[in-house]
């Protein structure tokens, strides 16, 4: 079910309602609620795999609390083994085996050996690399002796399987969400408004902002090879819009309806797009992977111990392992091999957290320094993207290759002026809006402003965008994939 | 003994309801009246991505399963390069449908020809084509036929609308149907004759140069997908004793080289391969200039234009059908 679905905007009502009006009785049969809600929130892509779901659920449960259960050094990591064979097995089995087959007969092909090991074409369940992060999480935290273990078997089921983030994340962890679903709720009306807010914020970025820009990005990216470099160019600007749009919206709609059901979760996203340089970027962007992986490989690593070699080893295996979750594909680790090389000259400079403090403060619009410094950055970042939306490293290479000869000096091939009004003025929106509400946890919480209908008139113009500028074939959202 | 979650009665529920309700209806009333306004430029249920399709699927619906003799698929090149009344001169007393629409590809023909042709029972189908139909260029709609068989045969109206419920898509095809329903100087003019073609008659002046000056795809921009599908489409129409004739629609003289007629070359040469071993029929418009005026870009013919080709291209059947390049 997408969340700029009609079927999510008939669901959530229902869900809301039967929430607060009918499960309020007892907590139990709120979360009950929420973890059947979930369920089929889930189902309504392929029931079949919800039964993963539910195992790594089930099996994190029963790990957990065998671990607090014994003292047992070797027996505790006898259980953390089992759950992190069980979960990134499945990860493993469905993300990557195909992947990895593949590979395992290129490099063989090499040699001149024709192994010929069939792949088995497996279909990715939606939103696994979500969901075996947050149950890792909570089970090494328990591990770690971090938190308790939940003796709530459907409290626990419904923190796992959330739906607001179980397919794309916020990847919550066990230490802020799993508290939340063992404490009595209570409507809040100002938490449910803002909710409404963010959900419409992320929406408008969704279906207006990322569904325009795909229209002329996957046409394009189809097969670079057969346009200019202009164009090549222009695609590259317009995915790195399309793909913070789409992400950032997703989150948005997640936390936006968390809220709504009386749960705060975690921010994934600070306005990514002002930051000054590659460090401070992977601060504000994807905060909730970037987190984990600090805290689950990072620093089980030696994190900043040990020198600046031994830090930029650890940062070099993060930014890997991270292109490599994000998809199986090399053009996955290509991406974040580049995104390494731009980010290890700071930490061997010792200038990685040069900018930490807030951006412009008390004035209206940055220095032409800071103005610079972020324009580098998104170009930067921008150029990464190319390995990212590559369907094969070598497609990536003729792009770059055309992007860089004298054809990026044609100009580009032309789409509809009302498209490119509705890419370029959706971006342009999106900017500015941001840019003005950077010091606030979302593009469109507007409670400072006292007079009601000036909000309304805002929500009004964003649906009326939505309604008229949504292209004709919305897609999924991109991290689905992932 | 279950702990109490919240209370739902309270007054910021109410409140908070009241305000969701009453924004709610705002944007419905608003909506709502826009519908009512713009009633008679509702599109057809969105069963496709594909507006004209849309619109065609359901001219088709209410035609009901009488046959058409003569089928023409196809791209646009079909849709708006075809002349209704020639086709109907050339062939005499028989019953005509052009299901032509923009952007359909051979890949999309060959899927549609398996829907149309049961319901249609043609003996003739035409494509009318040029290269840009057999390039793949990423912006292909999508085309699920089982949608297409039920929504001609089983689904009611309000249950097509009711399965394709995209009110953004409706709202704003309504606004600019306003304008291609009437005006023929319109490059997306969807105002179709009763046989579903529709001739363009753009003045010079609201010609777009962008348009204009587009060159044809290069030779390497051809894709292999696209001729398998037609040779699919050929064994097809072939093992149900169907006619297809292979109209190669002409570039305006201004953007013809000698490459671009390479390419034309090349590329007629193959589809020849692929007709000949089902005696189906190409004819070609290469043996003749097509002046600039005849054009309202590099593809598209003006309504005089069309006229001239349709009638210059079915005048070299014989009527004996045979494999033939004429």
């Known amino acids: ?482 | 003994m279950a702990m109490r979650s919240s209370t739902s009665s309270s007054e910021p529920m109410r409140r908070f309801l009241l305000h969701a309700a009453l924004f709610g209806t705002l944007v419905l009333l608003g909506i709502g009246g826009y519908f009512r306004y713009n009633r008679h430029f509702l599109p057809a249920p969105r069963v496709t991505s594909n507006e004209v399709l849309n619109m065609k699927l359901s001219h088709l619906r209410h035609r009901g399963a009488t046959p058409a003799h003569v089928l023409a698929i196809g791209s646009s090149m079909t849709m708006n390069n075809l002349s209704s009344a020639e086709v109907m001169a050339h062939f005499g007393d028989t019953s005509f449908v052009n299901m032509g629409a923009w952007g359909v590809d051979m890949v999309q023909s060959e899927g549609l020809a398996e829907v149309l042709v049961p319901m249609l029972k043609p003996h003739t189908v035409l494509v009318v084509s040029n290269l840009n139909d057999l390039v793949n260029d990423g912006r292909r709609f999508r085309l699920d036929t089982t949608r297409v068989v039920r929504y001609l045969r089983a689904w009611g109206t309000t249950e097509s609308y009711l399965r394709n419920l995209k009110p953004a898509y409706y709202l704003r095809e309504m606004e600019r149907n306003r304008i291609r329903m009437h005006d023929r100087s319109n490059y997306e003019f969807m105002g179709v004759d009763e046989h579903g073609g529709a001739g363009l008659v753009i003045p010079r002046d609201r010609i777009d140069p962008q348009r204009w000056a587009r060159k044809p795809p290069l030779e390497r921009w051809l894709a292999d997908e696209q001729y398998w599908a037609l040779d699919r489409l050929c064994a097809y129409l072939g093992e149900r004793g169907i006619r297809l004739i292979f109209l190669q629609s002409p570039y305006r003289d201004g953007v013809r080289n000698s490459m671009v007629d390479r390419t034309v070359e090349t590329h007629l040469a193959r589809v020849s391969k692929i007709l000949a071993p089902y005696d189906h029929i190409m004819l070609t418009a290469t043996d003749r200039p097509w002046p600039d005026s005849l054009f309202v870009d590099y593809s598209h013919l003006n309504g005089r234009g069309a006229e001239l080709f349709t009638r210059h291209v079915l005048g070299k059947l014989d009527g004996a059908g045979g494999t033939t390049r004429r």
């Open chain 1, 1 to 482: 079910m997408l969340f700029s679905s009609v079927d999510f905007a008939i669901f959530l009502p229902v869900v809301f309602l039967l929430y607060w009006f009918v499960f309020q009785r007892s907590l139990r049969l709120q979360n009950a609620f929420i973890l059947f809600a979930s369920a089929l929130f889930y189902a309504w892509w392929d029931w079949r795999y919800l039964g993963l779901v539910f195992i790594s659920a089930a099996t994190d449960h029963l790990v957990a609390i065998g671990m607090e259960r014994t003292s047992h050094t070797a027996r505790r990591k006898l259980l953390l083994i089992i759950s992190l064979t069980v979960n990134l097995g499945m990860l493993g089995f469905f993300k990557y085996y195909d992947f990895f087959i593949a590979s395992f007969n290129d490099s063989f092909k090499l040699f001149g050996r024709d192994l010929g090991l069939s792949t088995l074409s497996i279909v990715l369940p939606v939103g696994i690399s979500f969901y075996t992060f947050q149950t890792l999480s909570y089970t090494i935290d328990v591990y770690r002796r971090q938190i308790k273990a939940s003796h709530d078997p459907v409290a626990f089921g419904a923190f796992i399987l959330f739906f607001p983030q179980l397919v794309a994340g916020p990847i919550e962890r066990a230490s802020n969400l799993l508290p939340q679903f063992l404490a009595p709720r209570t409507f809040d009306e100002a938490k449910a408004r803002d909710g409404l807010r963010q959900m419409l914020w992320g929406l408008f970025k969704k279906v207006v902002v990322a569904d325009n820009c795909a229209v002329y990005v996957d046409a394009v990216w189809t097969d670079p090879s057969l346009h200019y470099g202009s164009a090549l160019w222009v695609a590259v600007l317009l995915f790195t819009f399309q793909i913070y749009a789409d992400f950032s919206g997703y989150s948005d709609i997640a936390i936006g309806s968390s809220r709504l059901l009386g749960f705060d979760l975690k921010r994934n996203f600070n306005f990514p797009f002002f930051s000054r340089d590659v460090g401070e970027f992977w601060r504000r962007w994807h905060i909730s992977l970037n987190t984990w992986f600090r805290d689950y490989l990072y620093l089980p690593l030696g994190g900043s111990r040990g020198g600046k070699w031994m830090v930029a080893r650890n940062v070099a295996i993060i930014f890997l392992v991270s292109g490599l979750w994000h998809g199986a594909n090399w053009t996955f680790v290509a991406w974040g091999v580049a995104n390494m090389l731009l980010f290890l000259p700071s930490i061997l400079l010792g200038t990685h957290r040069k900018f930490t403090g807030p951006l412009a403060p008390g004035r209206i619009w940055p220095t032409y320094s800071e103005a610079f410094h972020i324009a580098a950055t998104f170009s930067l970042i921008a150029l990464t993207r190319v390995f990212f939306r590559s369907p094969s490293i070598e497609m990536a290479f003729n792009a770059f290759r055309e992007m860089f000869s004298l054809s990026a000096f044609r100009p580009p091939p032309g789409t509809q002026l009302s498209h490119w009004g509705a890419m370029l003025g959706g971006a342009g929106v999106l900017l500015l809006v941001e840019w003005f509400q950077r010091e606030q946890h979302h593009g469109l919480a507007l409670e400072r402003i006292p007079h009601r209908s000036v909000r309304w008139g805002a929500y009004g113009l964003l649906v009326g965008a939505m309604v008229l500028l949504a292209p004709n074939n919305g897609d999924a959202f991109i991290y689905f994939q992932f």
